[in-house]
């Protein structure tokens, strides 16, 4: 099916640049007035409305919003600013019972949230593009292949806290949602003449009702580097030193690789520097800031010197699943032809249908399935245990009596001499 659409696309005409809204670039939305203008306007507008949203991430604390995107038939364009309007509680509940229509949800969904804004459906388009089998599924390269467009991408990665915002971004940011219900409706079309559409629709009511995801456990243990770092008493202080980092970039609202980098805490903590002669020494720590910040860094290395053995951060965080999969051949043989077997058959699935393979079942379903199947695997144990683990009803239609018969079938013979699982 990719060959289709290279072919279909190189048949293409070349795309029409969209250099500038319909309506022009509204003005910014900035102070209570104009807002419950824009409710009003948005309330009474009709079908499906196009959201975006704008972060400053790499510039900023956290993941907020600064610049929210929204276009409806009947309403135009708005482009809110919601930092100076921080509750869009109202313009949220005018638009509840609409169709939200955004491209990747999952990326805008919660800064949405933050400010008030809560779907009760959406249509996400980058979704859209994978069920269908798009090659390249970001919104420019959509926007280019299903409707002829070219979207000027220059400004993505700019800082949306800036106040004011130049013109040019505004024009950029107004243009993301220009075509996004056209868009919608086209991939709609496609998917329908797919057979994916109910599908889809599953995968999008499934986003809509998920909960704020849960906070990450030890959020320090994501810093770059941290494979370097052996040690129990050196994880002490990178977890001192990105405790102290994170405090610092929370209180002057600046992204925490600003303040000093993740390469720095390693650095650090491998090499434990006790004057500030020695820690400006070290890579990552040579900027005015990081120097302004040295009583920081040092005490946050003699806090974590100072714990106790007993409190030491363990060296991996206990393991939540199956192990990892090079080693099911030698713990668990049978494991590991189910699992080879399930990666195949959900693979030929995915082939047959035109779907990439993760979306027609998530690898780590797929993994915990195989390690521990239900005892008697018929299609309605494996379908209620795919279930548990939040597959989809049309996922576990495709897949579950597949999955029954490939392990049926290991459990009859038992596994292979040289069974071994695929990476």
């Known amino acids: 099916m990719t060959d289709a659409f290279e072919q279909t696309v190189s048949e293409q005409p070349a795309p029409v640049p969209l250099l500038a809204p319909r309506e022009g670039v509204p003005p910014v939305v900035a102070d209570a007035d104009t ?6 306007a948005f309330a009474s507008g009709d079908g499906p409305v196009a959201v975006d949203a704008e972060r400053a991430s790499g510039y900023r604390y956290g993941q907020r919003a600064y610049l929210i995107q929204l276009r409806r038939a009947g309403a135009g364009t708005a482009l809110i600013d919601p930092i100076a309007c921080p509750d869009l509680s109202e313009l949220g509940a005018a638009i509840a019972d609409a169709e939200w229509v955004l491209h990747a949800a999952s990326q805008d969904l919660p800064c949405l949230a933050e400010v008030g804004m809560v779907p009760g459906r959406i249509f996400d388009t980058e979704l859209a593009g994978r069920l269908a089998a798009y090659p390249r599924v970001g919104l420019g390269a959509m926007v280019e292949t299903v409707l002829g467009f070219s979207l000027e991408k220059g400004h993505s990665a700019v800082d949306w806290s800036t106040r004011p915002l130049p013109e040019p971004w505004l ?30 629709l599953e995968e999008f009511a499934a986003i809509a009702a998920a909960p704020p995801p849960s906070p990450r456990v030890d959020p320090w243990r994501r810093t770059s580097g941290l ?17 102290a980092r994170d405090k610092i970039a929370r209180t002057k609202d600046v992204s925490p690789g600003r303040v000093i980098p993740d390469t720095a805490i390693v650095e650090a903590a491998l090499a434990g520097p006790a004057s500030v002669s020695a820690l400006m020494a070290l890579p990552g720590f040579t900027g005015r800031d ?33 192990p990892p999969a090079r080693a099911w051949g030698d713990k668990d043989p049978a494991a590991a032809e189910r699992l080879t077997a399930a990666k195949t058959a959900v693979a030929a699935i ?3 249908h035109g779907l990439p393979t993760e979306n027609l079942l998530a690898p780590d379903a797929v993994r915990r399935l195989s390690w521990t199947p239900p005892s008697a695997p018929s299609a309605d144990a494996v379908a209620a245990a795919l279930r548990a683990q939040g597959a989809r009803e049309w996922q576990i239609r495709l897949t579950a009596p597949a999955l029954s018969g490939a392990f049926l079938r290991i459990a009859a013979h038992g596994p292979s001499a040289n069974g071994s699982p695929e990476s």
């Open 227 to 243: 494979h370097r770092v052996r040690r129990r008493r050196q994880l002490a202080i990178v977890r001192a030193l990105w405790e």
């Open 350 to 352: 995915a082939d047959e």
């Open 290 to 322: 990081s120097r302004r910040q040295a009583a920081a860094w040092l005490a946050a290395i003699e806090a974590g010197r100072a714990v106790p053995d007993d409190r030491l951060p363990p060296s991996t965080l206990p393991h939540e699943g199956p």
């Open 35 to 40: 807002l419950a203008g824009t409710v009003a």
């Open 171 to 200: 024009r950029y940011a107004a243009l993301d949602v220009e075509v996004l219900v056209e868009l919608r409706d086209r991939l709609e079309e496609v998917l329908a003449e797919q057979g994916k559409l109910d599908w889809a």
